[in-house]
């Protein structure tokens, strides 16, 4: 920090005398003058700012003294010429910022310099040599990274705008910034006229410029799309999704309305979120200093600013984002669009003090009029906790397409995701109502992710592998019933993306019984799946627990398979099972010529008890079993010669012949391990029993017995779930009356 304030003492001398190198004319789109004044007056009195400020000084600096390079384009993602480019288009924004705030007029030599390069190359630039691309950039092997490449040029080039002659900024404007926006969008409407965080980023992309250049026609064109754009509406890129269905509206306040939902969930999932969510709100901060007139940050009753709520909720203890669909675990809230939407949020959202702490865990801000008020805010010591919670998110423009539910209990000691919505557009998985399960930050049941290794040039260039379609899109990679191993929707797109799951209901409102039930009935024809899960935290145990109840009814008979991704080591099982040598695949198809098949088991008791080790902690999942099941141990890596998978273990319950099918487990943490006093903790099971006891249309109840002879029971109502609804059920003799969708008491 000393060092810091000593920077800072210089810098605000020179300030101090200091004339503007160019007379004021019009106000920037993301730092204005008044936000710019207001950081002059104040650097040296605040931290989070200050320490900003100084980092991206040692970041530009560095930039400037490697010199200027850019190359000819031929990588794909991860490459040298990739990634020279991108961080070039960082550098530039970051040194407008600093040309900005501090008026050193190196800064703005800098990116004139390299906008002039850019200037100088583009106009004999052919489309980038790599082909995979549905829409080929020139810089980069997608139009994609063109695209960011562009949101923050324009920045770049707004921020030293007035320092440049007139001249200066036609032959950029003429020679690279027009040809640029017109490639990104005339050029490649398969790319621009869609919905999908691709188009965003081209929306942004084109109506930054075109606030920046004061180009009606292309603001125009970001807000609303092409009018006539030629594409096939029937056609489906290679990116696995929809280019634009016929009538479909396109451009940026499409992209705003229909992924979003009105609770600000995005269909994509939370990774690609966090990714769209710089675009929407740079674009959107923009519009709102250039044409408040649009009102766009109220748009939808404010569903970008909702939208950074959301985002934050789905993160685990570690503030890292739930894989959902296509996900990258590990991508968190410290990335730098989340730096950018706490900021905005907190700015135009009515200052939610919240937001203040998850800032202060970024460490840093933006180098605008947001960072400014959130360090301003931050200093003043408004900061509080962001308490994270159950939620139940609605999926659909209208939100009417299923959704996403979060079961948390306490301070994150279990948090259940329970996945009933809709495709998700290209990057949607085939796993409805598919169950996630996490001890603090620890997965305990996982969600594959995605496979594919980000910009790491060695596997495929950095892009998605073809094990991402072949596995970690299939229904078996995910916690969820797999019907004749088949995936849902026969792992088809155009199929998935015309339905979604129903909700059955929903209910947090008691922290230790928190339940979400759904129903899907188009993943398989003439069949319907409804599966509830509660999460317990009953005084009897230590540790709260999951309930599961998975329930097919079909007119046909069929093999159930219900796989659980676990992490770790095997324990204990109470069936005997066979260990298989060789190995061989488990399938040729869906996801299973995956998994290798490693022991087949049987049933030797109404319950099967599998037991694991993972992080140092226990668990056990008891489930209700029938004498024909056979209880399967799977791990991944079968049929990949490339090892582009991880050797991930799964255990399932497979059922082999029948119509109708009832899955019940619990899935129970229990004790812990300490590696330095090689101590075990609580480590056996304390469910001495589960069975099922009513399994009818209406109603399915299960009762279960522990350790110390303390019996439960637990009843929902599958078809008249209503809050208000009164219920009354005979179990063994014995009466039940409750009203709501469900019951859980002494038994």
Same mark, same amino acid.
């Given at each position: 920090?000393?060092?810091?304030?000593?920077?800072?003492?210089?810098?605000?001398?020179?300030?101090?005398?200091?004339?503007?190198?160019?007379?004021?004319?019009?106000?920037?789109?993301?730092?204005?003058?008044?936000?710019?004044?207001?950081?002059?007056?104040?650097?040296?009195?605040?931290?989070?700012?200050?320490?900003?400020?100084?980092?991206?000084?040692?970041?530009?600096?560095?930039?400037?003294?490697?010199?200027?390079?850019?190359?000819?384009?031929?990588?794909?993602?991860?490459?040298?010429?990739?990634?020279?480019?991108?961080?070039?288009?960082?550098?530039?924004?970051?040194?407008?910022?600093?040309?900005?705030?501090?008026?050193?007029?190196?800064?703005?030599?800098?990116?004139?310099?390299?906008?002039?390069?850019?200037?100088?190359?583009?106009?004999?630039?052919?489309?980038?040599?790599?082909?995979?691309?549905?829409?080929?950039?020139?810089?980069?092997?997608?139009?994609?990274?063109?695209?960011?490449?562009?949101?923050?040029?324009?920045?770049?080039?707004?921020?030293?705008?007035?320092?440049?002659?007139?001249?200066?900024?036609?032959?950029?404007?003429?020679?690279?910034?027009?040809?640029?926006?017109?490639?990104?969008?005339?050029?490649?409407?398969?790319?621009?006229?869609?919905?999908?965080?691709?188009?965003?980023?081209?929306?942004?992309?084109?109506?930054?410029?075109?606030?920046?250049?004061?180009?009606?026609?292309?603001?125009?064109?970001?807000?609303?799309?092409?009018?006539?754009?030629?594409?096939?509406?029937?056609?489906?890129?290679?990116?696995?999704?929809?280019?634009?269905?016929?009538?479909?509206?396109?451009?940026?306040?499409?992209?705003?309305?229909?992924?979003?939902?009105?609770?600000?969930?995005?269909?994509?999932?939370?990774?690609?979120?966090?990714?769209?969510?710089?675009?929407?709100?740079?674009?959107?901060?923009?519009?709102?200093?250039?044409?408040?007139?649009?009102?766009?940050?109220?748009?939808?009753?404010?569903?970008?600013?909702?939208?950074?709520?959301?985002?934050?909720?789905?993160?685990?203890?570690?503030?890292?984002?739930?894989?959902?669909?296509?996900?990258?675990?590990?991508?968190?809230?410290?990335?730098?669009?989340?730096?950018?939407?706490?900021?905005?949020?907190?700015?135009?959202?009515?200052?939610?003090?919240?937001?203040?702490?998850?800032?202060?865990?970024?460490?840093?801000?933006?180098?605008?009029?947001?960072?400014?008020?959130?360090?301003?805010?931050?200093?003043?010591?408004?900061?509080?906790?962001?308490? !994270?919670? @159950? $939620?139940?998110?609605?999926?659909?423009?209208?939100? &009417?397409?299923?959704? *996403? %539910? #979060?079961?948390?209990?306490? /301070?994150?000691?279990?948090?259940?995701?329970? !996945?009933? @919505? $809709?495709?998700?557009?290209?990057?949607?998985?085939? &796993?409805?109502?598919? *169950? %996630? #399960?996490?001890?603090?930050? /620890?997965?305990?049941?996982?969600?594959?992710?995605?496979?594919?290794?980000?910009?790491?040039?060695?596997?495929?260039?950095?892009?998605?592998?073809?094990?991402?379609?072949?596995?970690?899109?299939?229904?078996?990679?995910?916690?969820?019933?797999?019907?004749?191993?088949?995936?849902?929707?026969?792992?088809?797109?155009?199929?998935?993306?015309?339905?979604?799951?129903?909700?059955?209901?929903?209910?947090?409102?008691?922290?230790?019984?928190?339940?979400?039930?759904?129903?899907?009935?188009?993943?398989?024809?003439?069949?319907?799946?409804?599966?509830?899960?509660?999460?317990?935290?009953?005084?009897?145990?230590?540790?709260?627990?999951?309930?599961?109840?998975?329930?097919?009814?079909?007119?046909?008979?069929?093999?159930?398979?219900?796989?659980?991704?676990?992490?770790?080591?095997?324990?204990?099982?109470?069936?005997?099972?066979?260990?298989?040598?060789?190995?061989?695949?488990?399938?040729?198809?869906?996801?299973?010529?995956?998994?290798?098949?490693?022991?087949?088991?049987?049933?030797?008791?109404?319950?099967?008890?599998?037991?694991?080790?993972?992080?140092?902690?226990?668990?056990?999942?008891?489930?209700?079993?029938?004498?024909?099941?056979?209880?399967?141990?799977?791990?991944?890596?079968?049929?990949?010669?490339?090892?582009?998978?991880?050797?991930?273990?799964?255990?399932?319950?497979?059922?082999?012949?029948?119509?109708?099918?009832?899955?019940?487990?619990?899935?129970?943490?229990?004790?812990?391990?300490?590696?330095?006093?090689?101590?075990?903790?609580?480590?056996?099971?304390?469910?001495?029993?589960?069975?099922?006891?009513?399994?009818?249309?209406?109603?399915?109840?299960?009762?279960?017995?522990?350790?110390?002879?303390?019996?439960?029971?637990?009843?929902?109502?599958?078809?008249?779930?209503?809050?208000?609804?009164?219920?009354?059920?005979?179990?063994?003799?014995?009466?039940?009356?409750?009203?709501?969708?469900?019951?859980?008491?002494?038994?």
């Amino acid at each position: 920090m000393m060092r810091i304030a000593h920077w800072l003492a210089g810098i605000l001398l020179v300030l101090a005398t200091a004339t503007a190198s160019a007379a004021e004319s019009r106000d920037g789109l993301i730092l204005t003058q008044a936000g710019v004044e207001r950081i002059r007056a104040e650097l040296g009195n605040l931290p989070l700012l200050d320490a900003t400020l100084e980092q991206v000084r040692q970041e530009v600096d560095a930039e400037i003294a490697f010199g200027i390079d850019t190359p000819i384009p031929r990588d794909f993602s991860g490459g040298y010429t990739h990634q020279r480019h991108k961080a070039n288009f960082f550098a530039l924004q970051k040194s407008g910022a600093l040309f900005k705030i501090l008026e050193q007029e190196k800064y703005a030599i800098y990116v004139r310099d390299m906008l002039f390069q850019y200037e100088a190359m583009y106009a004999d630039l052919p489309l980038h040599p790599q082909t995979r691309s549905y829409a080929r950039g020139k810089l980069f092997w997608q139009c994609l990274n063109d695209a960011n490449w562009l949101v923050y040029a324009a920045q770049a080039y707004d921020l030293i705008y007035d320092w440049l002659s007139a001249e200066e900024r036609e032959q950029l404007e003429t020679n690279l910034f027009r040809p640029f926006a017109d490639h990104l969008s005339v050029d490649s409407p398969q790319f621009f006229n869609r919905v999908h965080n691709h188009s965003t980023w081209g929306a942004a992309a084109v109506g930054m410029i075109g606030l920046v250049m004061q180009d009606q026609e292309l603001i125009d064109r970001a807000l609303y799309g092409l009018e006539d754009d030629g594409l096939d509406t029937s056609a489906v890129d290679n990116d696995g999704g929809f280019i634009k269905t016929e009538g479909q509206e396109a451009g940026f306040f499409a992209n705003l309305n229909e992924p979003f939902s009105p609770d600000g969930y995005y269909t994509e999932g939370p990774y690609y979120q966090r990714y769209a969510m710089y675009p929407f709100l740079i674009f959107a901060q923009a519009l709102n200093n250039a044409r408040p007139d649009l009102g766009v940050l109220d748009y939808k009753d404010g569903v970008l600013l909702k939208a950074v709520d959301v985002l934050l909720n789905l993160a685990d203890a570690d503030g890292e984002f739930y894989a959902i669909n296509d996900g990258q675990k590990g991508m968190s809230i410290q990335s730098y669009e989340l730096v950018t939407a706490v900021d905005i949020a907190y700015r135009y959202g009515g200052e939610d003090s919240r937001l203040l702490s998850i800032a202060q865990q970024q460490g840093r801000v933006q180098l605008d009029d947001t960072g400014y008020a959130v360090a301003a805010a931050s200093r003043d010591g408004l900061a509080l906790p962001f308490e !994270k919670r @159950s $939620a139940n998110y609605s999926d659909g423009a209208d939100g &009417d397409e299923g959704g *996403l %539910a #979060l079961l948390r209990y306490g /301070d994150e000691e279990l948090s259940a995701l329970f !996945k009933y @919505s $809709a495709q998700g557009l290209s990057h949607g998985h085939y &796993d409805k109502l598919s *169950l %996630a #399960l996490f001890e603090h930050s /620890d997965e305990v049941l996982q969600d594959y992710g995605l496979a594919r290794f980000v910009n790491i040039e060695h596997k495929g260039g950095g892009n998605y592998l073809p094990e991402n379609t072949s596995w970690a899109k299939q229904s078996i990679a995910h916690n969820t019933l797999v019907i004749d191993q088949a995936s849902h929707f026969a792992g088809s797109y155009e199929i998935g993306s015309q339905h979604h799951s129903q909700l059955n209901f929903y209910d947090a409102s008691n922290p230790a019984v928190q339940v979400v039930s759904a129903r899907e009935n188009n993943a398989y024809p003439g069949t319907e799946l409804l599966r509830t899960i509660a999460v317990i935290k009953d005084a009897a145990l230590a540790k709260p627990f999951v309930l599961d109840l998975f329930k097919a009814s079909s007119a046909t008979t069929h093999q159930f398979d219900l796989p659980f991704h676990y992490f770790g080591q095997v324990l204990d099982t109470n069936f005997d099972y066979e260990a298989q040598q060789p190995l061989a695949r488990l399938g040729d198809a869906n996801g299973y010529q995956h998994l290798y098949l490693e022991a087949v088991g049987a049933p030797s008791a109404a319950n099967a008890k599998f037991s694991w080790m993972s992080n140092n902690k226990f668990y056990t999942l008891t489930s209700v079993v029938e004498a024909t099941d056979a209880l399967l141990l799977a791990r991944l890596g079968a049929n990949d010669p490339q090892f582009n998978l991880r050797r991930d273990p799964a255990y399932i319950i497979r059922r082999p012949a029948a119509e109708q099918a009832l899955f019940a487990s619990i899935i129970e943490p229990h004790g812990s391990y300490d590696r330095v006093t090689e101590s075990a903790l609580d480590s056996k099971s304390h469910i001495a029993s589960l069975s099922v006891v009513t399994q009818e249309d209406a109603y399915t109840a299960v009762a279960f017995e522990l350790t110390t002879g303390e019996r439960k029971l637990f009843i929902v109502a599958n078809q008249q779930p209503a809050k208000a609804a009164a219920h009354a059920l005979r179990i063994d003799g014995a009466d039940y009356r409750w009203t709501g969708p469900f019951l859980y008491t002494d038994r």
